[in-house]
């Protein structure tokens, strides 16, 4: 069984003239495990899709399927449980607490589940060592590099254990060197059983992944 499906997924912004077709008729299925990029210009769509992958906007109709349920049937409670623990964000932005040390930033999606302070401790440090950032645990977001930050934001993203890691222009705000060894990085956390999910508009970054989507106009090719 697929870990997430898409039926005819379309989203409309607007209503009359001002109305505008976002994404037309989308279909998808992702198996559990799978390296997938979502590749697309600028204005594409492929933004609203992550958006709506990740629970963070429904569709205007069409069904999206998640680990067997219809996700327009989850109440919001349930929707932010899904967020929590089975979906986890990458931002190109790193979306990281300026005032939080990189602890207490990875802690974020710990602090919504019932779990001892040693267990979480031993997890928040597991996923900083696998990410080579156990010296950083008390510095702020502002007094370490782009590349230590997204490093945060991967280990932010897995500490939760969520099933599938969506990551919207992962390399974007990284150099080439950096961006490179980010994308090993997923490589690796894929190997590991990880559904990833990646957007970009770079198609040297969407190569990383073995099953690809490309997003023209709100319209979807597979390749």
């Given at each position: 069984m697929p870990i997430l499906e898409l039926k005819n997924i379309?989203?409309?912004y607007g209503k009359g003239e001002s109305e505008k077709k976002a994404l037309s008729?989308?279909?998808?299925?992702?198996?559990?495990g799978e390296f997938w990029s979502i590749m697309g210009p600028s204005g594409s769509g492929k933004s609203t899709l992550l958006n709506i992958l990740g629970c963070m906007d429904s569709a205007t109709s069409g069904e999206y399927i998640l680990k067997g349920q219809d996700v327009s049937k989850m109440s919001r409670n349930q929707l932010s449980k899904v967020r929590?623990?089975?979906?986890?964000?990458?931002?190109?932005?790193?979306?990281?607490?300026?005032?939080?040390?990189?602890?207490?930033n990875i802690e974020?999606?710990?602090?919504?589940?019932?779990?001892?302070?040693?267990?979480?401790?031993?997890?928040?440090?597991?996923?900083?060592?696998?990410?080579?950032?156990?010296?950083?645990?008390?510095?702020?977001?502002?007094?370490?590099?782009?590349?230590?930050?997204q490093r945060v934001a991967i280990a932010r993203a897995m500490v939760s254990k969520a099933d599938i890691i969506l990551a919207d222009?992962?390399?974007?705000?990284?150099?080439?060197?950096t961006g490179q060894e980010l994308l090993e990085l997923m490589k690796e956390i894929n190997a590991e059983g990880k559904t990833i999910i990646l957007?970009?508009?770079?198609?040297?970054?969407?190569?990383?992944?073995?099953?690809?989507?490309?997003?023209?106009?709100?319209?979807?090719y597979q390749g």
């Open positions: 379309c989203k409309i008729d989308v279909n998808l299925s992702i198996n559990e929590n623990k089975i979906i986890s964000f990458v931002f190109q932005n790193f979306a990281l607490l300026n005032d939080y040390t990189v602890y207490e974020l999606p710990l602090n919504c589940q019932r779990m001892s302070h040693k267990k979480k401790k031993e997890r928040i440090e597991y996923y900083m060592q696998r990410l080579g950032i156990s010296d950083l645990a008390k510095k702020k977001p502002n007094q370490i590099s782009g590349g230590q930050q222009e992962p390399t974007g705000a990284l150099d080439q060197k957007v970009t508009h770079d198609i040297n970054v969407a190569n990383v992944a073995t099953k690809h989507m490309v997003i023209e106009d709100g319209i979807c």
